[in-house]
């Protein structure tokens, strides 16, 4: 991958030139800008311009072109086109011939801005004055910025947090007043959307506001954080981007992609030490490694997108804060990174040192095996890859590091402030705007045992995040001074559970296997019905024929229940019919399958119809399980598939109507074992699959497939690693809003429920209170009452839905 940049440096300008000096004629150095005319300071005049357009290749031990800037002696020594510069001959100068382009097949830069008449004065002047060098300036390569850790005294004060008594003199060298924190209401909205992604519930509101403690705001953070289930569901979305995992998409067909759903779900309830989320990931168990397992792309691929690449380029952005696409290719223009240093990290994840390949050209050369910072640590070359992968965790995650936990709490300074502490997040060799503030909370992070929730609650009970939103414009984000959090725009996924608790319409179940238990305080999710494996015979558990058998059973039910799910699986393959009609169906049976059996249920008697396959050319084991969980108040009618399924191997025409009569069907299955019995060993996920039904119905975004309304806002493909957002609305954003199919049968759906739901006299407070935290103004009021109609309109109460989710004070978070 090759990046091209307005601006190329005077490097490039140098070393790229293969042909050697041509001396300057007469003529040609009349021609030349002239020589400043006062005594030049190599420091303020000379080492900004080699700074700006030269180190990139020829200093911090990069040598492109055999140049090398280090030092004074290294520019004389000159490249491998002669001498650069001849001290008191600034005409005579290669330096100078190339800058000012006399040959136009050569002259530098060959793209964006060349160097100014000024600039080249002053070089001229400075290599007549007998190019001088003052003492102590070096090029030389420098310890990477941000990398060691560093821990700065607490200033005095009197603000409890330390992170506001960190930016009290910042405020006070940029002549800050601070702004008095906002209210209950506003602090409210803004951590619960913050900590778990949802709107607080108007009983919440009035809760929080009417309680008098001092500590209030810290305890609403700690009750927040402590809801692990609410929390990991929210945070799915922030690891989800960065992690490259998703439910759907290129690779989870053919096994080129693997996701890490389960192990990232559980590592947010149970709130994991971050120094083990990371090791986890780099030195990964079989539950994690679809992290650096990447992608396996169909067809040619570029070298700089093989598996072992795409785990070191992750490994840096997300953990290190560093790109390395660019070193990928070729040396880096964006960062000090090198190709070596890039294949040196991906050949840890390879059989051994790999090639190195410069712009899908081999080169011969291999890389030694080296984390990106070796000052860091080694990787031992000779040992094996699980020793490896086992080093180069424990460098990334030892104390020393103090990139890892910067990176981290840059990344959530952005994200609850709307801009980090270090810009752009993935540019962390950068300097910070308050340096001391992010070190300390480096610092803090590794102290407590790195707790993410615990950094969570100090920048979340500070009173710099508790000051008013600000918006700034694209000059501000130039000369960028903090004066409090920006005002920052609902993600995608937070968008639509805000509009799901507004309307009480929510997606019906996960795209993948969540373990719910996980952060339950009661877990007795024992099934009171002791469902069975079946098939049409008891070897079946060992080797079963090829083909299909097809299972009934009829259910009788008193009462329609309230809580109807099917929890199912088939070694192959299912497909689930209810009076008649076709209700689920199945293919992995290494999966718990949830079914909504509601809408297909009658009162009185129920048909249960199954067509369960078994693949394969040769026997192979086969088995059917399936749970109906069904509840009403005070009952429990759940039932399963046990011995009293009847069964045939022959499909006849209406086998699963409720009219058929099952002539010649056997009576009874054969039972294989219970849902824990080999080779199936599902249990662990029965039960987990046993906490959903509760909330069937209502799943988040952040566990969906991606729609269209949140591809529109912002939810990415997951394709590539993704740290930030974009926060600028799109035309594509403004014709979803108004137009578009899923919101359209949302908002629909919606209303109609609102009516069922809330009387005409307090339907338009009912929303207000909901969607926005607060009963409408007495304006408002008359207008939303224009709006619905007397009586009150279907149409008129879905125009006001509209209207009210799409106002800045809903879609914003202030």
Not at 100 to 107: A, E, L
Not at 185 to 207: C, F, N, S
Not at 664 to 689: D, H, V, Y
Request: hydrophobic share 40%; net charge positive; proline share 6%.
């Amino acid at each position: 991958m090759r990046f091209h940049f307005p601006i190329l440096t005077l490097a490039v300008w140098i070393g790229s030139c293969a042909m050697l000096p041509a001396k300057i004629t007469p003529e040609q150095a009349k021609l030349l800008p002239p020589p400043a005319n006062h005594t030049v300071d190599f420091s303020k005049e000379i080492k900004p311009i080699f700074e700006a357009s030269c180190i990139k290749c020829h200093g911090r031990g990069k040598d492109k072109g055999g140049l090398r800037l280090d030092t004074r002696e290294t520019l004389l020594k000159g490249g491998d086109s002669g001498a650069t510069i001849v001290p008191g001959k600034s005409a005579e100068s290669y330096l100078v011939e190339l800058v000012h382009g006399f040959d136009p097949d050569s002259i530098m830069p060959k793209k964006g801005s060349k160097l100014t008449p000024e600039q080249i004065g002053l070089l001229r002047a400075w290599i007549d004055q007998g190019a001088k060098w003052d003492t102590g300036v070096t090029f030389g390569k420098l310890e990477p910025a941000n990398l060691k850790p560093r821990r700065p005294e607490v200033p005095a004060g009197k603000e409890a947090n330390p992170i506001d008594r960190f930016l009290q003199p910042y405020f006070t060298a940029h002549k800050i007043k601070p702004a008095q924190v906002v209210n209950d209401r506003v602090y409210a909205r803004r951590v619960y959307l913050d900590i778990v992604g949802l709107l607080p519930t108007p009983e919440a509101l009035d809760a929080f506001a009417a309680d008098k403690r001092p500590d209030k705001r810290q305890q609403l953070v700690r009750t927040l954080l402590a809801e692990s289930r609410n929390y990991a569901e929210h945070w799915m979305t922030f690891w989800n981007d960065m992690l490259r995992n998703d439910y759907r998409g290129t690779g989870y067909i053919d096994g080129g992609r693997k996701q890490i759903t389960g192990w990232l779900y559980s590592a947010l309830a149970q709130n994991m030490r971050y120094d083990q989320f990371v090791a986890q990931l780099i030195n990964p168990t079989p539950e994690s490694e679809g992290f650096t397992k990447g992608i396996v792309w169909r067809g040619a691929v570029n070298a700089s997108q093989t598996p072992q690449m795409q785990a070191a380029q992750g490994i840096s952005q997300v953990f290190m804060g560093v790109n390395l696409k660019c070193a990928s290719c070729h040396d880096s223009f964006i960062n000090d990174l090198t190709l070596a240093d890039a294949y040196g990290l991906a050949g840890i994840y390879a059989d051994g040192a790999l090639e190195m390949v410069h712009c899908d050209k081999p080169t011969g050369k291999k890389a030694d095996l080296k984390f990106i910072y070796p000052e860091l640590g080694t990787i031992d070359p000779k040992a094996d890859k699980a020793t490896r992968l086992k080093q180069l965790a424990g460098i990334i995650t030892e104390r020393q590091d103090a990139r890892l936990t910067r990176t981290l709490v840059n990344r959530l300074w952005e994200k609850f402030m709307g801009r980090g502490l270090i810009e752009p997040v993935d540019e962390m060799e950068k300097a910070a705007w308050n340096s001391d503030l992010i070190d300390w909370l480096a610092e803090d992070l590794a102290d407590n045992n790195y707790n993410v929730k615990k950094t969570i609650e100090r920048i979340l009970t500070s009173r710099a995040y508790q000051m008013p939103a600000v918006s700034i414009d694209e000059k501000s984000k130039q000369d960028y001074v903090f004066s409090g959090p920006l005002v920052r725009r609902m993600s995608a996924e937070q968008f639509r559970d805000a509009l799901g608790a507004v309307t009480g319409i929510w997606y019906e179940q996960p795209a993948a296997q969540i373990d719910y238990t996980i952060g339950m305080t009661n877990k007795n999710l024992d099934a009171p019905f002791a469902a069975k494996w079946i098939w049409d015979n008891a070897g079946a558990i060992t080797a079963a024929k090829p083909g299909t058998v097809y299972f009934r059973k009829t259910v009788v039910l008193e009462t329609l229940p309230k809580a109807a799910l099917a929890i199912a699986s088939t070694d192959n393959s299912y497909i689930l019919y209810v009076n008649g009609k076709k209700a689920g169906a199945g293919k992995n049976y290494a999966q718990m399958n949830l079914i909504d059996l509601r809408k297909h249920l009658v009162k009185g008697t129920n048909y249960f119809a199954i067509a369960a396959t078994n693949d394969g050319d040769a026997p192979n084991p086969a088995g059917l399980f399936m749970y109906a969980y069904l509840r009403a108040p005070g009952k429990v009618m759940d039932f399963g598939t046990d011995a009293s399924w009847l069964w045939s191997t022959n499909k006849v025409k209406g086998w699963d109507k409720p009219a058929f009569a099952a002539k010649g069907w056997s009576a009874t299955s054969a039972e294989l074992g219970t849902i824990s019995t080999a080779p199936w060993s599902l249990e662990g996920q029965f039960k987990a699959a046993m906490a959903a039904p509760e909330n069937f119905g209502k799943v988040r975004a952040a566990l969906v497939n991606a729609d269209t309304l949140q591809v529109a806002l912002g939810r990415p493909n997951r394709e590539q690693v993704v740290t930030t957002r974009l926060s600028a609305a799109t035309t594509l954003q403004a014709l979803e809003l108004t137009n578009g199919r899923e919101l359209s049968e949302l908002m629909k759906r919606g209303s109609e429920k609102l009516m069922a739901e809330a009387s005409d006299k307090d339907l338009v407070s009912r929303l207000y209170v909901r969607a926005l935290g607060r009963k409408p103004t007495g304006e408002e009021l008359k207008l939303a009452g224009e709006v619905v109609g007397k009586p009150i309109q279907p149409a008129g109460v879905e125009d006001l839905l509209w209207s009210v989710t799409m106002l800045p004070e809903f879609q914003l978070i202030y």
